[in-house]
T-cell receptor, first 116, second 115 residues
Framework: GAVVSQHPSWVICKSGTSVKIECRSLDFQATTMFWYRQFPKQSLMLMATSNEGSKATYEQGVEKDKFLINHASLTLSTLTVTSAHPEDSSFYIC????????????FGPGTRLTVT | AQKITQTQPGMFVQEKEAVTLDCTYDTSDQSYGLFWYKQPSSGEMIFLIYQGSYDEQNATEGRYSLNFQKARKSANLVISASQLGDSAMYFCAMREGNYGQNFVFGPGTRLSVLP
């Protein structure tokens, strides 16, 4: 149980275009999902916390208008990178918080974004 | 200040040997949780083991055990009988608060298992 999928697993796009990444909890309902960004050989950097039915809470320094997060249902959260630029190239990982103790996070397999 | 410190950027261990990966944390919460995740080169984050702040016994999961020293604020991961497939990045993480509102990761330790 507690499987999280992410789609696409990798994407290449041209500078100036927008890219949408989907994060789905497959066998449980996730009221809270998280979006992380990971640079090579570094740790996960939390970008935002997404709560179903409400606006996402962004971490300091993360541009809300650039990284649009929507959590429209209990099983789906999306991250849209708008007007992507090469510096947005990164590994993006989503996670869903477990419903009960110990409230661990279940991670998706990640999406590698390359902006050319 | 860093909430999670992993002082070993890289570690080597011989196959079949045991290895300890260090993790120290900083929190003023009484209720918190400590997690270890493994990230192989494929990128997915794999949950390994959990220790709650009120748990008196050290957590164990198969070959993984957690050496929890609350007074020292350390939660070291011990991997026994290392296997080649254990080569990966290992992240220590802390959940603060009762419901996982705050979840922070350490910088990670890259473990390489030598044949």
């Amino acid at each position: 149980g507690a499987v999280v999928s992410q789609h696409p697993s990798w994407v290449i796009c041209k500078s100036g275009t927008s890219v949408k990444i989907e994060c789905r909890s497959l066998d449980f309902q996730a009221t809270t999902m998280f979006w992380y960004r990971q640079f090579p050989k570094q740790s996960l950097m939390l970008m935002a916390t997404s709560n179903e039915g409400s606006k996402a809470t962004y971490e300091q320094g993360v541009e809300k208008d650039k990284f649009l997060i929507n959590h429209a249902s209990l099983t789906l959260s999306t991250l849209t990178v708008t007007s992507a630029h090469p510096e947005d190239s990164s590994f993006y990982i989503c996670s869903a918080r477990g419903q009960g103790y110990p409230y661990e996070q279940y991670f998706g397999p990640g999406t590698r974004l390359t902006v050319t | 200040a860093q909430k999670i410190t992993q002082t070993q950027p890289g570690m080597f261990v011989q196959e079949k040997e045991a290895v300890t990966l260090d993790c120290t944390y900083d929190t003023s919460d009484q209720s918190y949780g400590l997690f270890w995740y493994k990230q192989p080169s494929s990128g997915e984050m794999i949950f390994l083991i959990y220790q709650g702040s009120y748990d008196e016994q050290n957590a164990t999961e198969g070959r993984y055990s957690l050496n929890f020293q609350k007074a020292r604020k350390s939660a070291n991961l011990v991997i026994s009988a290392s296997q080649l497939g254990d080569s990966a990045m290992y992240f220590c993480a802390m959940r603060e608060g009762n419901y996982g509102q705050n979840f922070v990761f350490g910088p990670g330790t890259r473990l390489s298992v030598l044949p």
